[in-house]
């Protein structure tokens, strides 16, 4: 009888260690459970350590040990682990599109049952779990984003005689706009505007209405935007792609050197740009205003990638893990990433008034990073590489004036077939 007991305990306590998964909680003798967190460039992301701290310190029961990897080898080395069913417990995907490749392999834990459990209202991510929902369950949690924003040069604007950028200026006001403090010839010249040469560039102001992605497959939609680019080029008010390749400069480099009015870019910037003029490597009056929307798109709508947290499915450890994810993606968290310079992926006016007191920060920048919705620059979605690979090839043919847009875009959607197809 002692024996059945014995053993009816165990099985009892091994049952109640399950949930949302099945995997049973592994524990050291002394009670602490360890979960491994793989992440890349640790030290450079210092809101991490500083969240890790944070969760050990009020969950003394769980211990964080870090996985660091460079950013250029991490996601080889993810997939080479977890493939090879690897304990890490959790883990950030670099280059959110991914997501569904790590789901369509198994390695991902659905989140629903733990958000639905802790009555996590989602919509305080702006949509940006859409990108990690598949089959109608949430595999990541949105950590942090970084957004599509109007960078802007003060010091020409004033020399132009020329307000500030609103916060709610349409597409069409920005092409006026640039025209206004375009000033200088040759190696003087001071552009109104400059769209980078990637083409989410030109076509994330096709996807900002959140009706349309780059796998649409239809591409007319970004129509209305190549020929703005190409209408620009032409008047001089932006520089041309073919400067932008024979230049050789970044486009932090063309801002920060005081070479361009507006720049669409994103969030991302923002802190570089701080780094640059507290360093005294760039002395550029600076400002910040919400992206630039189409007549027919609410204002606040804007693109961005969010970096998603998730749960390995082979991890024995799913309830602790999900005690720290909750943490770090959460209102704690999204404090303690705001006081270190990143953007959460939860909204929150609190959270964008602590990073905007940060030092050297300018001012209006907690307006200008208003949103009321995020859209995918890149949907996690099957072919989405091979996709966005094309689209490239096509935008730098079009902006080059190799092809009309209407033989671009027509490329495009035959190419699109083509892929999808095999």
């Known amino acids: ?53 944070a969760f050990e310190a009020a969950n003394p029961d769980i211990n964080i040990e870090v996985q660091d ?7 080889t080395k993810l997939n080479t682990q977890l493939n090879g069913g690897s304990n890490v417990d959790m883990f950030l995907i670099k280059e959110a599109d991914k997501t569904k490749t790590f789901y369509d392999r198994g390695q991902l834990a659905s989140l629903s049952p733990y958000i639905e459990a802790a009555g996590i209202d989602m919509t305080a991510y702006n949509g940006t779990d859409a990108n990690f929902t598949f089959d ?54 001071k552009y109104g505007a400059y769209f980078h040469s990637w083409n989410a560039c030109v076509q994330n102001w096709g996807v900002q209405d ?21 209408r620009m ?48 490597e760039s002395d550029v009056n600076w400002g910040v205003a919400v992206i630039p929307h189409a007549e027919d798109v609410p204002n606040g709508y804007t693109v961005g990638a969010t970096t998603p947290i998730c749960i390995n499915n082979a ?34 006016e609190g959270y964008l008034e602590t990073f905007a007191s940060a030092e050297g920060m300018p001012e209006g920048v907690m307006e200008g990073l208003y949103a009321t919705r995020i859209s ?11 996709i966005d690979q094309m689209l490239l090839a096509e935008h730098q043919l079009i902006l080059l004036g190799e092809e009309t847009v209407d033989e671009g875009i027509a490329n495009m959607n035959r190419n699109y077939a083509e892929i999808m197809a095999n």
């Open 376 to 386: 995918p620059d890149r949907p996690a979605m099957d072919k989405v590489t091979e």
């Open 1 to 53: 009888m002692k024996k059945f007991i014995a053993v009816s305990l165990i099985a009892l306590m091994a049952m109640t260690s399950v949930f949302a998964g099945g995997s049973s909680e592994s524990t050291t003798e002394d009670g602490v459970t360890t979960l491994t967190f793989a992440v890349w460039d640790y030290t450079q992301n210092v809101y991490l350590a500083k969240a890790i701290e």
């Open 136 to 189: 109608g369950q949430i595999y990541g949690m949105p950590l942090r984003t970084d957004q599509y924003v109007l960078f802007y040069n003060k010091d020409i604007f004033d020399a132009a005689g020329v307000p500030y950028p609103d916060n709610d200026m349409t597409w069409t006001e920005f092409e006026e706009i640039a025209a206004q403090i375009t000033t200088g010839e040759g190696a003087n010249r």
């Open 315 to 348: 991890s024995k450890n799913k309830d602790a893990a999900w005690k720290f994810v909750q943490f770090i993606s959460g209102p704690e968290g999204a404090q303690i990433m705001a006081e270190n310079g990143q953007v959460p992926a939860l909204s929150g």
């Open 69 to 75: 990897t460079p950013a250029a080898d991490y996601i």
């Open 210 to 230: 959140g009706k349309h992605t780059i796998m649409s497959g239809d591409y007319e939609f970004f129509k209305p935007y190549y020929e703005m680019v190409l």
């Open 233 to 280: 080029q032409d008047a001089g008010t932006c520089m041309s792609f073919a400067q932008i390749q024979a230049s050789g400069l970044s486009y932090t480099d063309v801002f920060s050197q005081g070479l361009v009015g507006m720049l669409p870019m994103g969030s991302w910037l923002i802190n570089t740009m701080v780094q640059r003029n507290l360093s005294g």
